[in-house]
């Protein structure tokens, strides 16, 4: 990824893109100042040729097929050949997800990060080619500092917890720990500080622009990375279930708008169809529940995730089934019908994961469509033959890691009464005291306490 | 190359006079004045707007690089911006215009500004002795005026007027995203009074799940609202609501947390602040000599040297005064018994007097003082090095955006964000600074934590805390 890449590339272009801009300017004239909705179309004009002179720049990705399967195809139509590639490359992306899932939680977290970084990578790559970044000098520098600076905070605010005793050990490192939100802080500082002190006045309303595309693509990639971690150490099942949920719903649409599709769901994607839309939702929910039902049987996919002081390192530790995974009774009675039968509560949660993933999980994907509509790109970057880049399969992802952890968070994870309780043996006896007679006055008027 | 330049800038020259003869309202002369040399409606020559003019000068012609080929569509737009967004810098309300209309310009200028510095000083003054509750109304009523700001010269930016539903899409995000953050701060610390409300339990305990729904909501409804040929516009508009919701709300919410640590860490910070802005426009006035930067041409090294030398001795001297009284030294708690927030505590560590010793060589001297001075010190370092940079990043956007203030609401000072982007960065510095090396746990958020919790947790936690208050001879065995 050269910088001159794309200057070099096209130096015809840019100077035509001026000569063309002049011209739509000067007949322009007249109409700046009426910005009614009827009379944008002269506006849009300009807009659109400068925007369509963007997509020339950006590489596309779906057409690029590898050399080696490019002879082996040759044969076969062009829809098909699209087909295979595609097949291929996901039958690749996903025996190499199974192989991660086995490789355990660690190789998970390296490979969350990665393509974390990938992602942000492809969408500022995006806005560098938009507003021209080259010029500007030292920013590709900064975005690359703020992706740093991000992921240090989270990793360090939430995960010090496990990696907390072997770091605790050593001195030194223990200001690290305390001050930890301070020294990140600074750190964010710093970039503020360089980004004012580099703003260039001819460049200012770019720099301004790309500086906020910058903080949207960390909230849109650094967030959701650590929403997942955290969500996989309660137990790699919630980290299994969502994605799959996801990559299945794809599936399945593409699978039954590719056969029975017929009426377009939504302007955004044409490809899109009621039909794959409702098809893939139901295939969703019914492979969600049975997927969530074998999973729930094995305790290396349920257990949750911690520093063990034996291994000295993160494992999936030995545990009690908690209540989730235990068969319990449920009774269903619909008039005088009644019906007694035994389930996992986690495959009801599964139930209310997957319905969210065929509902509003494909919102995700529309977003990403209309974003790359706006930009007339037809994909983020072209890493994936066949289907484009990272950032294209894991646009629905963001939205669904964000639900799994408000989830999780909600009406899974219970508050533990021994977290509360070291924390208040941390206060001063007196105030442990007058804690201890509030909470009986409270338990006094709840009625709890047989005095 | 260059024929075309000139021609090119005949033409912008050309669109300017014609624009400026089609606008309506009167007072928002400031940038097109230099390019007509016919005299245009009021340009005041106010000290601050003297060198502002000439940055507008220089883009026609001799910025020959600054043409029309390196700029994108929505920067050609933008100098129309200041003749739309009111500008607030040179309006004067009539009262005062009568009463000053013998004076100069200049001074005018200056009397206006100081009445208004006086006012708004007052203003907060009245509003710390409301108490609390006053206080949190007040941040919550100025981050609304500030977003609005905000997102007006978004708008304006990208002429999206006619879209329906645009505005009330960005309003709903800011009204999702204070419901959020406000009921993380009241539940965490008054979690306490709404537990007790049965029907309030439901929206404490699943707080975070709705307000993710209710953002969720927002999202979708901003893809079914994306239009065929606006969708550029859009998405950079959505985008500006989020960086304007990130920079407004989350700061807030930090001030908020700071309030709730006791009124002395929300009322030094901004002190500082307000002291920093005024010593170094009084040093500026009367020495100024050296540009400081060149985002900011009013602004001199001899301004910004002084004032940050002020504003440590300020910061040091109101802190001493301060710290003496329990209301603005305590943390802000419910009492149950009062039925009421109080304000009465016995003071921390912090705000009593300590014992020093300093050696140097063979004298030791030993001296009192309260060790909440030593953090105000490092606090208004900070706010004297680190703050103006606040102001030098809303220079640089105003300039980006050619425009002169956020807004028109304070006569000499334009909107409310003007005065308030120094306060961001240091609000989320003390909240940092507090939560780093300050702040301990808070028995009241422990309570209402606990309060979270089934009851026969909660019973099962009483019982393991009387336990072990018993066998460490705290709770006498009865």
């Not at chain 1, 002179?53 to 590489?59: G, T």
Request: aromatic share 16%; with cysteine.
């Amino acid at each position: 990824m050269s910088r001159d890449k794309v200057s070099n590339k096209n130096p015809n272009l840019l100077r035509a893109s001026g000569d063309i801009r002049k011209r739509v300017i000067r007949s322009d004239a007249l109409n700046i100042d009426s910005d009614h909705i009827d009379s944008e179309a002269d506006e849009n004009l300009l807009e659109e040729q400068y925007v369509k002179e963007l997509a020339e720049k950006h590489s596309e990705g779906s057409k690029k097929v590898p050399k080696f399967l490019s002879s082996a195809l040759k044969g076969l139509p062009e829809r098909w050949k699209n087909w295979v590639v595609r097949g291929i490359s996901m039958t690749v992306m996903i025996s190499t997800f199974c192989l991660l899932i086995a490789g355990g939680p660690l190789a998970l977290m390296i490979l969350v990060l990665a393509i974390q970084v990938k992602c942000f990578q492809e969408i500022m790559q995006i806005g560098f080619v938009t507003y021209r970044v080259d010029e500007i000098p030292w920013f590709r520098h900064l975005t690359w500092y703020l992706l740093t600076v991000s992921n240090y905070y989270y990793y360090g605010e939430y995960f010090f917890d496990y990696f907390g005793p072997p770091l605790n050990r050593i001195e030194s490192l223990q200001f690290l720990i305390k001050s930890h939100r301070f020294i990140s802080y600074c750190l964010y500082l710093f970039a503020i500080i360089m980004f004012v002190l580099s703003l260039v006045k001819k460049y200012n309303t770019r720099q301004f622009h790309l500086f906020a595309w910058a903080h949207v693509a960390l909230l849109i990639t650094v967030v959701p990375s650590y929403l997942i971690i955290r969500n996989t150490f309660d137990g790699l099942i919630w980290f299994i279930i969502p994605v799959s949920l996801i990559i299945i719903n794809d599936i399945m649409a593409y699978m039954f708008g590719f056969f029975i599709g017929k009426t377009p769901l939504i302007q955004l994607s044409p490809k899109k169809t009621w039909e794959g839309f409702i098809g893939g939702g139901i295939t969703t929910v019914l492979f969600g529940l049975v997927l969530a039902y074998i999973l729930c049987q094995y305790l290396y996919f349920i257990c949750p995730i911690d520093y063990s002081e034996e291994a000295d390192k993160i494992v999936i530790l030995n545990c009690q089934p908690s209540y989730l995974y235990i068969p319990q009774e449920y009774k269903i009675s619909i008039g005088n019908f009644e019906t007694v039968f035994n389930i996992q509560p986690f495959v009801l949660h599964s139930l209310s994961l997957s319905i969210f993933s065929s509902i509003v999980g494909p919102f995700g994907g529309f977003f990403a469509s209309g974003f790359k509509r706006a930009f007339k790109i037809k994909d983020f970057a072209n890493v994936i033959p066949g289907h484009g880049g990272i950032m294209d399969r894991f646009d629905c992802q963001v939205l669904m890691a964000s639900f799994v952890y408000v989830y999780i968070n909600s009406f899974i994870r219970d508050p533990s009464p021994q977290k509360i309780l070291s924390a208040i043996y941390t206060l001063s006896p007196k105030e442990q005291l007058n804690f201890y007679y509030q909470l009986e006055n409270h338990l006094n008027d709840l009625n709890l306490l047989n005095l | 190359m260059s024929d075309s330049s000139d021609k090119l800038s005949e033409q912008e020259q050309e669109l300017r006079r014609r624009n400026i003869n089609n606008l309506g309202s009167g007072d928002l002369q400031i940038n097109s004045a230099s390019i007509n040399n016919d005299k245009n409606i009021n340009t005041p020559n106010a000290y601050d707007s003297d060198k502002e003019n000439l940055i507008d000068n220089e883009t026609v012609d001799s910025d020959h690089i600054d043409s029309e080929e390196e700029k994108l569509p929505e920067e050609k737009y933008v100098d129309e911006l200041a003749k739309k967004l009111p500008q607030g810098t040179d309006k004067t309300p009539e009262v005062l215009d009568s009463a000053l209309k013998g004076l100069p310009d200049r001074w005018k200028n200056w009397v206006i500004r100081g009445i208004f510095t006086f006012i708004m000083i007052s203003g907060f003054c009245m509003m710390i002795a409301g108490g609390p509750l006053a206080l949190m109304i007040t941040t919550l009523a100025v981050q609304v005026k500030c977003f609005q700001e905000i997102i007006s010269i978004g708008y304006q930016v990208y002429r999206i007027h006619g879209l329906p539903w645009f505005r009330s899409l960005s309003w709903y995000f800011l009204v999702t995203s204070n419901y959020f953050f406000y009921g993380e701060n009241l539940f965490d610390y008054l979690g306490v009074l709404f537990s007790r409300v049965e029907s309030l339990r439901f929206l404490i305990t699943y707080h975070r799940f709705i307000s993710f729904c209710l953002y969720c909501i927002g999202f979708v409804w901003f893809v079914l609202s994306l239009v065929k040929k606006y969708y550029m516009k859009q998405f950079s508009l959505f985008a500006w609501t989020h960086v304007a919701l990130l920079i407004v709300v989350t700061q807030s919410y930090l001030i908020i947390q700071n309030i709730f640590e006791g009124m002395i860490w929300f009322i030094v910070p901004v002190m500082m602040i307000v002291c920093n802005d005024v010593m170094a426009y009084m040093f500026g006035f009367f020495f100024g000599k050296t540009p400081l930067i060149k985002l900011s041409p009013k602004k001199t090294w001899e301004g910004f040297i002084g004032g940050g030398f002020a504003t440590v001795i300020f910061g040091v001297v109101f802190s001493y005064f301060l710290c003496r009284y329990q209301y603005f030294v305590c943390p802000i708690e419910y009492s149950e018994t009062a039925g009421k927030i109080v304000l009465d505590c016995e003071p921390s560590y912090l705000f009593r007097p300590q014992e020093y010793g300093i050696r140097i060589g063979k004298t030791e001297t030993v001296f009192t003082m309260y060790p909440f001075l030593l953090h105000s010190l490092s606090l208004s370092i900070f706010s004297s090095v680190i703050g103006p940079f606040g102001g030098f990043f809303a220079s640089g956007f105003k300039r980006a955006f050619k425009i002169k203030d956020f807004g028109a609401m304070i006569p000499g000072h334009g909107g409310i964000m003007d005065r308030f982007d120094c306060q961001f960065l240091m609000a989320t510095f003390v909240n940092v600074y507090i939560s780093s090396f300050i702040r301990t746990a808070s028995p009241q958020k422990l309570l209402a934590q606990v309060y979270n919790l089934k009851p026969e947790q909660q019973l099962q936690l009483f019982h393991s805390l009387k336990e072990n208050l018993q066998n460490r001879n705290i709770l006498e065995l009865s």
